[in-house]
C-alpha cells in the first residue's frame, strides 16, 4: 500500500479546512475523501499471479480474501493479462512525480459485453473514440491507493496491452 494519495488529500483537507466559508462546503467533502482513500488504502491489495490481475481485501488477520462482486458491472474482480485493452495512469506524467498519479486506469474485453457501455464506458467505446484509436472494452477507475511504479512494472512485465 502506499498512502501518498490519502496523505496528499488530507494536507489538502486540512488547508481547505481552515478557509472561511470554503471550510463549510468544499472542505468537509475533501475530508471525507482523504478519509476514504486511507481506509482504501489499509482495506485493498491487488495481486498478479500467472495469468490475472486481481483486486483483494484484507481481512482482519492480514490475509487477502476475495474482494466480492464488482460494484458496477457485477462478476468477479480478476482479469486476465491477455484481456486488457489498455492501461494508464491520471493525470499522465504524474507516475514519476513526486505526489504520482490520482488515477489508474485500466480496459479490457473479459466483462461481458453487454456491460462496456456502464459507467464511463459510454463515452470510452463511442464512434469518437474509436475513431481516435481506443479499443472497446470494459473501463476501470481506481484511486492510486498503491505503488504505481510497481503497479506499471507488473502490468508491462505480464504483456498488458497498451496504447
Same mark, same amino acid.
Given at each position: 500500500?502506499?498512502?501518498?494519495?490519502?496523505?496528499? /488529500?488530507?494536507?489538502?483537507?486540512? $488547508?481547505?479546512? =481552515?478557509?472561511?466559508?470554503?471550510?463549510?462546503?468544499?472542505?468537509? #467533502?475533501? *475530508?471525507?475523501?482523504? $478519509?476514504?482513500?486511507? $481506509?482504501? +488504502? +489499509?482495506?485493498?491489495? @491487488?495481486?498478479?499471479?500467472? %495469468? =490475472? @490481475?486481481?483486486?483483494?481485501?484484507?481481512? !482482519? %488477520?492480514? &490475509?487477502?480474501?476475495?474482494?466480492?462482486?464488482?460494484? $458496477?458491472?457485477?462478476?468477479?474482480?480478476?482479469? /486476465?493479462? %491477455?484481456?486488457?485493452?489498455?492501461?494508464?495512469?491520471?493525470?499522465?506524467?504524474? #507516475?514519476?512525480?513526486?505526489?504520482?498519479?490520482?488515477?489508474?486506469?485500466?480496459?479490457? /474485453?473479459? *466483462?461481458? &459485453?453487454?456491460?462496456?457501455?456502464?459507467?464511463?464506458?459510454? =463515452?470510452?467505446?463511442?464512434?469518437? !473514440?474509436?475513431?481516435?484509436?481506443?479499443?472497446?472494452?470494459?473501463?476501470?477507475?481506481?484511486? !492510486?491507493?498503491?505503488? /504505481?511504479?510497481?503497479?506499471?512494472?507488473?502490468? *508491462?512485465?505480464?504483456?498488458?496491452?497498451?496504447?
Amino acid at each position: 500500500p502506499d498512502f501518498k494519495l490519502a496523505a496528499i /488529500t488530507t494536507a489538502l483537507a486540512l $488547508v481547505l479546512d =481552515s478557509i472561511p466559508y470554503i471550510q463549510f462546503i468544499l472542505g468537509p #467533502i475533501v *475530508t471525507l475523501l482523504a $478519509v476514504l482513500f486511507a $481506509v482504501q +488504502t +489499509t482495506r485493498i491489495r @491487488f495481486k498478479f499471479d500467472e %495469468d =490475472s @490481475f486481481e483486486l483483494l481485501s484484507a481481512g !482482519a %488477520d492480514g &490475509e487477502l480474501e476475495d474482494s466480492g462482486e464488482n460494484i $458496477v458491472v457485477g462478476g468477479a474482480n480478476r482479469w /486476465t493479462y %491477455d484481456s486488457f485493452v489498455n492501461w494508464e495512469f491520471f493525470p499522465e506524467g504524474w #507516475i514519476d512525480q513526486p505526489q504520482g498519479p490520482i488515477l489508474v486506469y485500466f480496459k479490457e /474485453t473479459q *466483462t461481458p &459485453e453487454g456491460e462496456w457501455e456502464v459507467g464511463p464506458g459510454q =463515452s470510452a467505446n463511442s464512434a469518437e !473514440a474509436l475513431a481516435k484509436g481506443a479499443v472497446r472494452g470494459q473501463v476501470h477507475f481506481f484511486p !492510486a491507493l498503491c505503488d /504505481t511504479k510497481q503497479l506499471r512494472e507488473e502490468f *508491462t512485465r505480464r504483456g498488458c496491452a497498451k496504447l
